[in-house]
């Protein structure tokens, strides 16, 4: 089994539509992200969660709201989709260990959405 | 403003020569950096990884240098080889982990040729 996962893989909406991604790990990790990957933008941080209580945005918050329901689960909302959120999703975990070489992250599968 | 560019978005080798990334940066605050793998339809894979205290880390065929006065970093792939063929993401971090951002740059599409 895949140590993160994401739901859905795809997912094709209209404009205006609420819509939630979801992601969970069982990896252990206390630290979970959500990215977007555009062609020829690379990937760029929307929200990211140190543990459940502390929620930061990232990059690219505006449009966007997450939830840290448990350690193990970080869902990212679209409170009112718009046809440039369009994108592939990555939720991503790391573990809280301090000192270097602490900050490597392990990606989901992604998730293609698509905003009409 | 890009903190971390990767100026070739592609590259082509042929299979068995030698593969070589490349990635600049301009926050001198980064101190750990790393290179992830991305097939598509699959989230990034992370390949390896280097901090500022080294100039080098070497993984089977795979090897990063740091160059910290030039602020560049490269990776190298040794033999290449047809799996080998990818998206290639270099990222970077500052605050010895406890900031938790990773900055990517914009990918450097590798096609290794039989």
């Known amino acids: 089994d895949a140590d993160v996962t994401q739901t859905p893989r795809n997912r094709i909406t209209k404009t205006g539509k609420r819509i939630m991604l979801e992601c969970s790990q069982t990896?252990?990790?206390?630290?979970m992200y959500w990215y977007r990957q555009d062609p020829g933008l690379g990937l760029r941080l929307i929200y990211y969660?140190?543990?459940?209580?502390?929620?930061n945005k990232g990059e690219i918050s505006d449009g966007y709201s997450v939830s840290r329901q448990a350690q193990a689960k970080f869902s990212l909302s679209l409170e009112s989709a718009i046809p440039n959120q369009t994108a592939l999703y990555f939720c991503?975990?790391?573990?809280?260990?301090?000192?270097?070489?602490?900050?490597?992250?392990?990606f989901g599968p992604g998730t293609r959405l698509t905003v009409l | 403003d890009q903190q971390v560019k990767q100026n070739s978005p592609s590259l082509s080798v042929q299979e068995g020569r030698i593969s070589i990334l490349n990635c600049d940066y301009t926050n001198s605050m980064f101190d750990y950096f790393l290179w992830y793998k991305k097939y598509p339809a699959e989230g990034p894979t992370f390949l390896i990884s280097i901090s500022s205290i080294k100039d080098k880390n070497e993984d089977g065929r795979f090897t990063v240098f740091l160059n910290k006065s030039a602020k560049h970093l490269s990776l190298h792939i040794v033999p290449s080889q047809p799996g080998d063929s990818a998206v290639y993401f270099c990222?970077?971090?500052?605050?010895?982990?406890?900031?938790?951002?990773?900055?990517f740059g914009k990918g450097t599409k590798l096609s290794v040729k039989p």
């Open positions: 990222a970077a971090s500052a605050g010895g982990g406890s900031q938790g951002n990773l900055i």
């Open positions: 969660s140190f543990d459940v209580k502390d929620i």
């Open positions: 990896k252990g990790h206390d630290r």
């Open positions: 991503a975990t790391s573990d809280a260990a301090l000192g270097l070489d602490t900050d490597t992250q392990y």
